[in-house]
């Protein structure tokens, strides 16, 4: 990985701390952190990291001509970065939609965003900050997972919605993050399949879900 490049968007407790902990795996001239305040970036750059003062989605349209498919994306913006993204690249063919209600009881742990958008948890509890992502328990239970949250946000069938979900890795513990290649592929599975679309970002054990409608010209 030493070769990559890795953004971090977002300068805020969950960017400082992914800067903090991807600094001894990744070149620090590789990692890049984007915020739209300058003057929280100021602590990054005291610490040597390049930094840039522009807002998230911004500038990941901005950026992609440079971006390889390889590179990282660490989202740490209080914001569904992936579904953001999308809504600007598809610009006036794409609108938001609720998601649909029925998922709030097949899901675990539901709760509702403000803006039609729900949250999914395979924990009721607050988990550490630093917890390793295991492969097929919890480290608070020690039990096995009831579920890999991500491979079953991918693989939802909900009649008159097709679903994409962005898999976010883990680059550190308690930092996840996804490639650009990933988000392109979702991006272009969304324009050959016009109608509506569950659109998720997820880990193992938690994830964000929006729906969107994609009418091509």
Not at 66 to 74: A, P, Q, T
Not at 163 to 172: E, K
Request: hydrophobic share 40%; charged share 20%.
């Amino acid at each position: 990985m030493n070769n990559q490049k890795v953004y971090i968007l977002g300068s805020g407790r969950f960017g400082s701390r992914a800067f903090h902990y991807l600094t001894p795996r990744f070149q620090q001239t590789n990692l890049t952190v984007v915020d739209k305040d300058a003057d929280r970036l100021k602590p990054i750059m005291a610490h040597g990291g390049h930094a840039v003062a522009m807002d998230a989605v911004s500038f990941l349209t901005a950026a992609k001509a440079k971006m390889d498919l390889d590179d990282w994306i660490v989202p740490a913006v209080p914001i569904h970065l992936a579904f953001e993204w999308f809504q600007q690249e598809l610009k006036s063919a794409c609108r938001a939609i609720p998601v649909p209600k029925e998922l709030e009881t097949l899901l675990p742990n539901v709760m509702k965003g403000t803006d039609g958008q729900i949250y999914t948890s395979i924990a009721d509890f607050i988990c550490p900050d630093d917890c390793p992502e295991p492969a097929d328990y919890c480290t608070v239970t020690g039990e096995p997972r009831p579920q890999v949250l991500c491979d079953t946000l991918s693989s939802l069938k909900l009649p008159g919605f097709l679903a994409t979900c962005i898999v976010s890795s883990q680059l550190a513990p308690g930092v996840g993050g996804y490639q650009w290649r990933t988000l392109c592929r979702a991006l272009e599975d969304i324009k050959a399949h016009p109608g509506d679309m569950l659109v998720s970002t997820a880990c193992k054990c938690h994830g964000v879900m929006h729906a969107l409608r994609y009418r091509s010209s």
